[in-house]
């Protein structure tokens, strides 16, 4: 069993008291609540012999710090018993590269979801099969019968669930079992939930991937990315990373766990204001329907209640038909709902969307233009009266 600074036996904690207490020792950084930022290349040793045989807890600065090491040991505890090995990446884009590239290699099959990030498919589509990987997209609700699409030289799935924009869930277990039946790995992106909602390798996932941009930065100023790997896939996430040279400057490695010590909180609310949002919209008349995964009208609410224990405040709504020029006179009317991609800050926004171009597999025709909104922590009353003076907006300008 792990023991604590002071030697004591480890009690097993609950997520809102490890994102707090994860990979923090204040005993060894003089009694300061935090880690310092170390700002790091050279390490010195004692001795040229030390030198020689590394005799060093840290070696160099892009091989880790007690600041990075303090990050990746808290994502770590976050993510479960499973969790052998947490990586750092400069963005949550360079995390689902570092996670694709730990485990493929020319002649492999990959089937990626079709839900999947744009820029994962980008990353598929024009680095991995420059590297001689073949790529294959599946409907985001294939479950268990992903195993009938795998070939002999299926080395992983990739999952993404719920999808960051259209919102289909995936049946993760049934998933990671037939991919493992057949001798393939599971990579996630968990942006959505964070560990503290949905812990993948809990479900039989391999490689747990984060953009820490969001949530875990959680204040729109830093851009970070984390791998989480469980013992089937460490070592070849910890080489990869290693000798890919990839490392996170301090600064935001610093933003990232300063983010963290709040994250159970602020997502908390994030999921309450959502869900109140969401509810709102639903009984609105120039709304068609809404994609979020917490309410009993989305056909994939059996699977988010029976896996997931919160909701995010990233959802999307389909608006009943209008002129594209309605929907973006709704969303330029808006003033508390910036117009911006990333999510997962305090603040809101919303963006028009289509996934109609990208997809492969699947086609997207949900009956009327889409809007995803990333729910703050403002106030849900303000959200609701800015979001009327965007329906004002949106019929004025369907009207004319
Ligand atoms: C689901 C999802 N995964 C990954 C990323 C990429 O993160 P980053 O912007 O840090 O590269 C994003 C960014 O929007 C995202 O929405």
């Avoid at 360079?94 to 089937?111: N, T, Y």
């Avoid at 204040?219 to 990373?241: E, Q």
């Avoid at 973006?328 to 991609?341: K, M, V």
Wanted: hydrophobic share 40%; net charge negative.
């Amino acid at each position: 069993m792990k023991e604590d600074s002071k030697n004591r036996p480890a009690k097993p904690r609950r997520p809102h008291t490890q994102v707090v207490t994860g990979g923090r020792d204040p005993a060894s950084y003089h009694g300061f609540v935090n880690p310092p930022v170390y700002h790091a290349s050279t390490v010195l040793y004692p001795s040229a012999e030390d030198y020689v045989a590394h005799r060093a807890q840290y070696q160099y600065g892009r091989r880790g710090t007690p600041t990075t090491e303090a990050l990746e040991l808290a994502v770590q505890e976050l993510e479960g018993p499973q969790c052998a090995h947490v990586a750092l990446l400069p963005s949550g884009l360079a995390a689902i590269s570092a996670a694709l590239l730990a485990v493929v290699q020319s002649g492999d099959h990959v089937l990626i979801t079709d839900s999947a990030y744009g820029p994962t498919r980008s990353f598929c589509d024009r680095i991995l099969t420059r590297l001689g990987v073949s790529i294959t997209y599946y409907d985001p609700l294939v479950g268990h019968a992903i195993g009938e699409l795998m070939q002999p030289n299926t080395r992983l799935i990739y999952l993404e669930s719920p999808g960051s924009l259209s919102f289909e869930m995936q049946d993760v277990a049934a998933m990671t079992a037939a991919a493992h039946a057949r001798g393939a790995l599971a990579l996630m992106d968990n942006t959505w939930a964070t560990p503290l909602y949905f812990r993948p390798l809990e479900h039989g996932v391999d490689l747990a991937i984060q953009a820490g941009t969001k949530y875990i930065g959680g204040h729109s100023d830093v851009m970070l990315g984390t791998v989480s790997a469980n013992n089937a896939t460490a070592a070849s996430l910890r080489d990869t990373v290693r000798y890919s040279g990839w490392c996170v400057g301090p600064d935001d490695v610093y933003l990232g766990l300063r983010g963290l010590r709040t994250l159970a909180t602020r997502l908390d609310r994030h999921f309450q204001s959502g869900l109140a949002v969401a509810r709102w919209l639903e009984q609105r008349p120039e709304v068609l329907r809404l994609l979020h995964p917490a309410l009993p009208s989305h056909p994939g609410h059996a699977l988010w209640k029976r896996d997931f224990t919160g909701a995010c405040g990233l959802f999307s709504v389909v608006l009943k038909p209008v002129p594209q020029q309605a929907v973006y006179a709704f969303l330029d009317a808006l003033e508390l709902f910036g117009i911006g991609a990333s999510w997962g800050g305090y603040e809101s926004l919303a963006i028009p969307f289509d996934c109609a171009p990208v997809r492969t597999a699947t086609r997207w025709a949900p009956g009327g233009p889409g809007v995803r909104f990333h729910i703050g922590l403002e106030a849900v009353e303000d959200l609701i009266a800015d979001l009327e003076q965007g329906f004002a907006a949106l019929a004025a300008a369907a009207r004319a």
